[in-house]
């Protein structure tokens, strides 16, 4: 079978907030609307890396019939995980959008990476990568 990962889609109980953290983290909308019925209307974000349906794209979804999900706790279930050019540069935009630094930023030699662990102001978990400390001096 073949396929292409289109999208993923995040439960958040506020999408206009997590759609100005995601913005600030660099990405950018693609369409923002209203749909489904009974259970599953929702009102939803579509954010990607391009501002178009060409890269992966991350929907912010709330289901308008049902409650906000619980707030995720560490590790939980799942991250979302972004390549950045400077993990503490992110890192700081993170903090200064209501986020919060889970694990800092440290050189992982066995991935060839710089990574961190941070959350959204929802608590949603975010694997940051990127360069190395040391290969970039």
Partial sequence: MDFDMHATKLVVGDVPAA???????????????????????????WLSRTGDMAAHVLILTRFLELHAPSRPTYPGEIWLCFRVPDVEATIATVEAE????????????????????????????????????????
Avoid at 19 to 45: D, H, I, P, T
Avoid at 117 to 122: A, G, H, N, T
Wanted: hydrophobic letters at 35%; glycine letters at 12%; a negative charge.
């Fill in 19 to 45: 759609e100005r953290f995601y913005l600030a983290l660099g990405m950018k909308l693609v369409n923002r609307n209203v749909g489904g019925e009974r259970e599953v209307r929702q009102e939803q974000s």
């Fill in 98 to 137: 209501g986020g919060k630094v889970i694990r800092p930023g440290e050189d992982r030699p066995e991935h060839a990476v710089r990574a961190a662990v941070v959350s959204d102001p929802e608590g949603h978990l975010i694997e940051l990568v990127g360069p190395m400390k040391e290969a970039a001096a």
